[in-house]
């Protein structure tokens, strides 16, 4: 029986994650990175946000990813010029090696954020500095929410869905997410969170869905009793229905993201 993981999506990853490129361009805006930096990219994934960081500063960058088929994928495209490492953000042990650490839509999936936080303040140089993007508020997408909500009505999956444990971490102001990093020392240059609105097609937002957020809601780590193949299948039809329902007249969906966006300085 299958599980989505970011191992199991990692080949399809490089060309469905349009959300999570997009909003990176605002994070590589609001970072600023110089030539000759050193940065450590933190959530890889395959490498491609990895190797534009490289092409920008021409200096030592290294992206870590706790998933073995995203590493793997890295390593095979651009292994030659950069480093990779199969590493969770929580067991970091640089220590004052890098001008810049690069989060774009990774720090949802930390568990430990206050570790993680400590480990970056470490990692960075004295004045350096992160930047992180992610979604944000409880509400991170009402699109998606809405969809897998129709997994809960729904009598043929929602004991299942029920036992669900969701990976995340939210908070639902820029100051909750400030507080993490002014705990271990680093001051805050900016912290916002914004909403972004993009329209797709149902079948482009189902895989945006699926570049990212299914590799929690069809991933039996969440689930403490699994589910088998069946629940899987209507999950994913039960989602895509509801994409199809949320189009507009113009047979589009209005996606909307609530994204947090922090600059920090390590200050000492």
């Given at each position: ?54 092409d920008i500063t ?82 991170y997408c009402p ?126």
């Amino acid at each position: 029986m299958s599980s989505e993981n970011f191992s199991t999506i990692a080949q399809r990853y490089r060309e469905t994650s349009i959300i999570q490129k997009s909003a990176a361009e605002t994070l590589f805006s609001l970072l600023d990175l110089k030539d000759g930096e050193s940065v450590l990219d933190i959530g890889c994934g395959t490498g491609n946000l990895t190797k534009k960081i490289f092409d920008i500063t021409h200096g030592r960058t290294v992206g870590i990813d706790p998933s073995k088929g995203m590493i793997d994928e890295s390593i095979k495209s651009y292994g030659n010029i950069m480093e990779f490492r199969m590493m969770r953000a929580e067991d970091l042990d640089f220590k004052n090696e890098f001008d810049a650490v690069f989060c774009n839509s990774t720090f949802q999936w930390i568990r430990d954020v206050d570790k993680v936080t400590a480990n970056f303040y470490r990692a960075l140089k004295n004045k350096g500095r992160v930047g992180i993007q992610a979604p944000g508020r409880r509400q991170y997408c009402p699109n998606f929410i809405a969809a897998v909500s129709e997994v809960l009505k729904n009598p043929g999956t929602r004991e299942y869905f029920r036992n669900f444990k969701h990976p995340w971490f939210f908070r639902d102001s820029a100051d909750e997410y400030s507080q993490y990093f002014i705990r271990q020392g680093f001051h805050i240059a900016l912290s916002e969170i914004q909403t972004m609105e993009t329209y797709h097609s149902p079948e482009e937002t189902y895989e945006i869905f699926a570049s990212g957020a299914i590799a929690g809601y069809l991933n039996k780590e969440y689930y403490p009793d699994g589910f088998d193949e069946s629940y899987k299948k209507e999950f994913e039809r039960i989602v895509k229905d509801s994409f199809y329902k949320q189009a507009g007249s113009d047979g589009k969906v209005k996606l909307v993201f609530n994204r947090i966006f922090l600059i920090a300085e390590k200050s000492a």
